[in-house]
């Protein structure tokens, strides 16, 4: 059981930064990939970025250039950098971790179980 928790959401205004957080009750060395997703009122869930064990990354193409994933894998920590925040970007943003395949790398909605494990959320608002 992996249990992760999301920080560092906020109201800020287009064009500001925010830099979330999601820490991992594991060592995130050892999960296949992880990731950051989002969900708007009224809207599904949707990728934002992930990265896998090699380090190697993904971005949706709406956020691409303007956000960044990274992990501390001493801290067990797992971020995203937001800079340039649009209006559109507001949402609930959620942590995931697989511990079992790469299958979040490709940005997909996946539910609970399996060895996917999803945090509680964190919620970003950028007014314009």
């Known amino acids: 059981q992996v249990q992760l928790g999301e920080s560092g959401g906020g109201s800020v205004q287009s064009g500001g930064s925010l830099r979330l957080s999601c820490a991992a009750s594991?060592?995130?060395?050892?999960?296949?990939?992880m990731g950051w997703f989002r969900q708007a009122p009224g809207k599904e869930r949707e990728g934002v970025a992930a990265?896998?064990?090699?380090?190697?990354?993904t971005y949706a193409a709406s956020v691409k250039g303007r956000f960044t994933i990274s992990q501390d894998n001493i801290e067990d920590t797992l971020y995203l950098q937001m800079n340039s925040l649009k209006p559109e970007d507001t949402a609930m943003y959620y942590c995931?971790?697989?511990?079992?395949?790469?299958?979040?790398?490709?940005?997909?909605?996946?539910?609970?179980?399996?060895?996917?494990?999803w945090g509680q959320g964190t919620q970003v608002t950028v007014s314009s």
């Open positions: 990265i896998d064990s090699e380090g190697a990354t």
């Open positions: 995931a971790a697989d511990q079992k395949a790469r299958r979040l790398f490709w940005l997909r909605m996946l539910d609970s179980g399996d060895n996917i494990y």
């Open positions: 594991t060592y995130i060395a050892s999960l296949y990939s």
